[in-house]
Nanobody, 120 residues
């Protein structure tokens, strides 16, 4: 079955950096667009960054533009989120999502999430 496993979260100081990874299995990774979402306590889940199936097109939420970078390694079945200049408001559970490029509503999968806490 399809599995998405996030890793790399933890406690980081304001201004620091962290890289999240999402390893996928059970799917043909090159056919999937990937995205990172986050959910802070008491707030709705929001889209942070997305990347096309081939990796050539990326999009970011305004709140993270210039600080976060999403990348996709189709050889390793892994998507990354490099997070720099972190702020306390970046604190959230971060989830990765996989959507098939031709059937995104049918083949749509989520990871279990990884906590990122930005605090001094």
């Amino acid at each position: 079955q399809v599995q998405l496993v996030e890793s790399g979260g933890g406690l980081v100081q304001p201004g620091g950096s962290v890289r999240l990874s999402c390893a996928a299995s059970g799917l043909t990774f090159v056919n999937y667009a990937m995205s990172w979402h986050r959910q802070a306590p008491g707030k709705e889940r929001e889209l942070v960054a997305s990347i096309s199936s081939a990796g050539g097109i990326t999009n970011y939420a305004d709140s993270v533009k210039g600080r976060f970078t999403v990348s996709k390694d189709n050889a390793k079945n892994t998507v990354y989120l490099q997070m720099n200049s972190l702020k306390p408001e970046d604190t959230a559970v971060y989830y990765c999502n996989a959507r098939h490029k031709y059937s995104p509503q049918i083949n749509n999968y989520w990871g279990q999430g990884t906590q990122v806490t930005v605090s001094s």
